[in-house]
């Protein structure tokens, strides 16, 4: 059973750091790229983030570019997400997500909450 | 950038059908995508590759894509269908993946 396991949320003041994971198991981690998606309190989807399955391809939202960093470990089967110079704005709920070819994603993690605030 | 624009909310009787659409430029050049979610739930893929659908998703179902509008039908549309609809592409001319704000669907 594929299953993706989020992890690391919290509260943070603005300009604070914060360093997500996310635990991935019951799929070949190393053949996928993966996904960070976020989601602020009563709002839609936001695509974060997403890293080749070799790392070899990174790419970032406009809104987090130079903010945030997006990393891999195959050998550990995990995914992280470095965020950088919080923002308010950037209180949401964060999932991490499988990217199929198709550019699609089949399995999500249940999300955790990153609050900024004073 | 590109902007995928969907109607803020729809609402249908039971045993009807819905119909939520997600505009873009050209999105028919596109392999579109469509999530379902439920209030504090992740979103589910419904829909891939603008008409497939995963393994466990009723055949009630289905999705188009053409021009400037791809389109979610839900048939026979049932109480439990009552949630957040996405529509998603990949946009290649900016590496960046891309959400539709977003639709509301209420089952009256």
């Not at chain 2, 950038?1 to 997600?22: D, E, M």
Request: include cysteine; glycine fraction near 10%; hydrophobic fraction near 30%.
């Amino acid at each position: 059973e594929v299953q993706l396991v989020e992890s690391g949320g919290g509260l943070v003041k603005p300009g604070g750091s914060l360093r997500l994971s996310c635990a991935a198991s019951g799929f070949t981690f190393s053949s996928y790229s993966m996904n960070w998606v976020r989601q602020a309190p009563g709002k839609g989807l936001e695509w974060v983030s997403s890293i080749s399955s070799s790392s070899s391809y990174i790419y970032y939202a406009d809104s987090v570019k130079g903010r945030f960093t997006i990393s891999r470990d195959n050998a550990k089967n995990s995914l992280y997400l470095q965020m950088n110079s919080l923002r308010a704005e950037d209180t949401a709920v964060y999932y991490c997500a499988r990217e199929r070819e198709n550019g699609d994603y089949d399995y999500w993690g249940q999300g955790t909450l990153v609050t900024v605030s004073s | 950038s590109y902007v995928l624009t969907q109607p803020p909310s729809v609402s249908v009787a039971p045993g009807k059908t819905a119909r939520i659409t997600c505009g873009g430029n050209n999105i028919g050049s596109k392999s579109v995508h469509w999530y379902q979610q439920k209030p504090g739930q992740a979103p589910v893929l419904v829909i891939y590759y603008d008409s497939d659908r995963p393994s466990g998703i009723p055949e009630r179902f289905s999705g188009s894509n053409s021009g400037n509008t791809a389109t979610l039908t839900i048939s026979r549309v049932e109480a439990g269908d009552e949630a957040d609809y996405y529509c998603q592409v990949w946009d290649s001319s900016s590496d960046h993946q891309v959400f539709g704000g977003g639709t509301k669907l209420t089952v009256l």
